[in-house]
């Protein structure tokens, strides 16, 4: 089924233990897109300036995402300027430039509209509703969200649970919104604002699930070297997201496998800066970790 | 096969977000049998003082732990005063007093040498040395420590490791021990000193475990209400030990599984206060909730 993202595209400036990019392919949409094409077919709904780069307008397309919706204003493309150190579970923000995307409106196509599957990546709670109020018959919309929203539009983000299906947050964001430091009890909470399912995810420490049948926790693939983890969690959104949209379904049983595969992905992610190993990554190889990450959790005789 | 467990057998005070308990039952020697008695026959070697109630060394021996090596000294029992906030994954301690612990040598009786399984639980290296020199033909020995050792004894730590068969840590401690962040690399290192297997306990986000033949992470079991998190490291250790020792084995695929079974135990650990619930668990309900579990990471079709 068609999955629709709406979110950043960004050049990132970033540091990690293991080295440094300057001015990389970044962004939320991005990372989802690059991830989620491996499942389905993908559409990007963003803006850039005039001063982002040709050259990777063309591997987006060339990986066969849809990037008619990108749009292209005069001005700068938003940048984002971070670092990690120590158990790099964190990101440290450095530098901001929102750029166009400060002014982003969301406004969607006759096509973008039809999706059935659609993905607010992190963004402002009035753009992520703006969206949600100009989709025709959404068959599932999930949002993620970050701290900065969750402190300064509190009441933006209540209203919108209620009009979502499901919602996928970071640990840290998951105690802050709701209050519960257990994560079972703050995922439970999410379940309660509305939404039909909220996941979790724990960076190194993989994700935690909840429907209204339950809740479930899947680790990570352990990584030896992670490089980068920027785009992590978003690549694991867009593979999570890829998949139900690719099996058409999104009940308890699809969205734990959903999310199992939201950990394969991010754990080729971390594994070099920017989209480099992402993007070069195949179906089949997701498939053979895949199966290395089943074989490593089963736990019943065969 | 026999398993032998040397540590703490303490008067806990401990206070959480869900209440507070005064001088209950504690201590790791305690913890971990409780754990093992599920899988196999274990003894445990110790030391309390003469105000140890009676009443739990009967609770002890009806759960078919062998205490014929739990000395009883003139003096006090061990003490233990902490507190958990917030994420509940680390205590802090308001209090220690040694008392009778503080000078205790781990001379064993004969019938404790001779078993095949050991397990020293936390405490000062040189102990932990001393019993080492004291088996006769030990088919497994495994360790736990703490931060403090680490600090203070790290030259007999370093020794301990070349002598020992695996080792048990928590994230904080593998971190602090190896001066690696990455826990995957962590546990690499501590292969490296001569263990054969290294376990490294994440609290709520479960456990990873490294043999030369690789890598595996489990989460921990959802738990929603974490009342008392102490001893849950302490059970996960003897149902994981116990478990090996029951099936006679210890390779990777053994590991995997008894991690498995220390993750399913320590679920229960949590439920309530000091041993009230571990020391009430059946086999039963153990492999109920394992049966759960298995079928929450299962990702293969059947």
Chains 1, 2 share one sequence.
Not at 256 to 272: I, L, N, P, Q
């Amino acid at each position: 089924m068609s999955l629709l993202v709406v979110g950043s595209v960004a050049l990132d400036t970033v540091e990690t233990p293991h080295g440094k990019v300057e001015e990389a392919l970044g962004g939320s949409a991005v990372y989802f897109s690059l991830a989620a094409r491996l499942f389905t077919d993908v559409k990007l709904a963003g803006v850039v300036g005039e001063d982002f780069p040709e050259e990777w307008k063309g591997l987006l397309s060339e990986k066969g995402i849809d990037i008619a919706g990108l749009d292209v204003r005069s001005g700068k493309t938003f940048r984002w300027n971070g670092m990690y150190r120590g158990t790099m579970n964190e990101a440290t923000t450095l530098g901001v430039d929102l750029n166009v995307f400060g002014d982003y409106e969301g406004r969607l196509g006759e096509e973008l509209r039809g999706c059935d599957y659609v993905f607010l990546a992190n963004g402002s709670p009035v753009l992520q509703r703006s969206v949600i109020r100009q989709m025709k018959e959404p068959k599932l919309i999930v949002c993620d969200t970050m701290d900065h929203w969750i402190e300064s539009h509190r009441g933006e983000l209540d209203k919108m649970l209620s009009e979502l299906d499901g919602v996928v947050m970071n640990e840290g964001e998951a105690r802050m919104y709701t209050g519960e430091s257990n994560l079972v009890a703050a995922a439970r909470k999410l379940l309660e604002s509305g939404v039909r399912f909220a996941v979790v995810k724990k960076g190194e420490h993989g994700a935690l699930g909840m429907t209204r049948e339950g809740a479930f926790a899947l680790p990570s693939v352990p990584v030896e070297e992670v490089r980068d983890p920027t785009g992590a969690g978003d690549s694991f959104g867009g593979a999570m997201m890829g998949y139900m949209a690719g099996e058409k379904a999104h009940g308890h049983e699809t969205l734990r496998k959903a999310v199992a595969y939201g950990c394969v992905v991010a754990s080729f992610t971390v594994e070099d800066f920017s989209v480099e190993r992402l993007a070069g990554v195949t179906r089949d190889e997701v498939e053979e970790r895949f199966r290395a990450y089943a074989e490593m959790l089963r736990l019943e005789e065969q």
